[in-house]
């Protein structure tokens, strides 16, 4: 019989080899990847990739580099399950599979021309870390840039060092804050909300982009239309148990929306009627 060859399939996966394995927390850590056929990875900032490890699991990951950078990409794996934590254990020179990218980023296109508020709730600086880095390397193309980042604890702040150097860029507004803070906590302590009403935005002319946990959403975006930006002007993306990445499954369905297909990320005007997606 014949060998049956499968081409072109939306599911074969293509070999990644690890470049570089940097620990950002005790939880987090951040895979530098290159494609083993010197071909780069197509994508636009809030996109995200199936990482898949033969014999273990697939997961979904939100690429967390600049989709400008040619030579390598990224992805920010928290360790909390099966995959992740076999992941955790992989080692520079190592290769994964990876499929994708998949779903709608950020409207890079829209966005340009205007401000740009970015809050980032724990992991959720992850995937906008993409968006950040595209507006630094495009700075011309952007209004004001304000990035507010929350998290738990001082010991759960991701990218240390980059969101020092963006603290003291003077073409940024960066404002920091822990729910919890150690004795050598110097910054705010309160919820990320905090900082909204301290940030100095016109609202017509702002896109907001939030990712987090999904907790903070509805207080996060009652704080957005307080300020007055408009519902089409602030984006939201979702975390939902994808699987196909690709729309077939139905495991991250919201009504008739996919997150996985139509988003993950969505404006506020496309979910505001949709008790689920809150």
């Not at 940030?199 to 002319?205: A, H, K, M, T, Y």
Request: net charge neutral; charged share 25%; proline share 6%.
């Amino acid at each position: 019989m014949a060998q049956v060859v499968i081409k072109d399939s939306p599911y074969n996966l293509k070999r990644a080899r690890i470049l570089d394995v940097k620990p950002l927390t005790e939880k987090e850590k951040l895979f530098k990847l290159v494609f083993e056929d010197s071909t780069w990875l197509d994508f636009e900032p809030g996109q995200f990739i199936m990482v898949s490890l033969m014999g273990i699991g697939e997961i979904p990951v939100s690429v967390c580099s600049s989709p400008l950078n040619r030579h390598y990409f990224e992805i920010c794996v928290r360790a909390v399950g099966k995959v992740t934590n076999s992941l955790h254990k992989l080692n520079v020179g190592d290769v994964i599979g990876v499929r994708g990218p998949y779903g709608n980023g950020f409207p890079i296109k829209m966005i340009e021309g205007h401000d740009l508020l970015i809050i980032a709730g724990g992991l959720g600086l992850a995937p906008l870390r993409s968006l950040i880095l595209y507006a630094i390397d495009n700075r011309r193309d952007f209004g004001e840039i304000h990035i507010l980042f929350g998290c738990k604890t001082p010991g759960e702040l991701l990218f240390v060092d980059e969101i020092d150097e963006w603290g003291k860029r003077l073409d940024i507004h960066f404002a920091c804050t822990v729910d919890r803070a150690d004795p050598d906590w110097k910054g705010n302590v309160g919820l990320i909300t905090s900082l909204i009403p301290g940030v100095d935005i016109d609202p017509i002319r702002t896109y907001a982009a939030v990712v987090g946990p999904p907790v903070m959403y509805k207080f996060v975006i009652k704080e957005l239309l307080a300020k007055g930006l408009p519902v089409d002007q602030i984006l939201l993306s979702f975390e939902r148990h994808m699987k196909c990445g690709m729309g077939k499954c139905g495991r991250c369905q919201i009504q008739n929306l996919y997150c996985c297909k139509d988003g993950p990320v969505f404006t506020f005007k496309e979910i505001m009627d949709m008790a689920e997606a809150l």
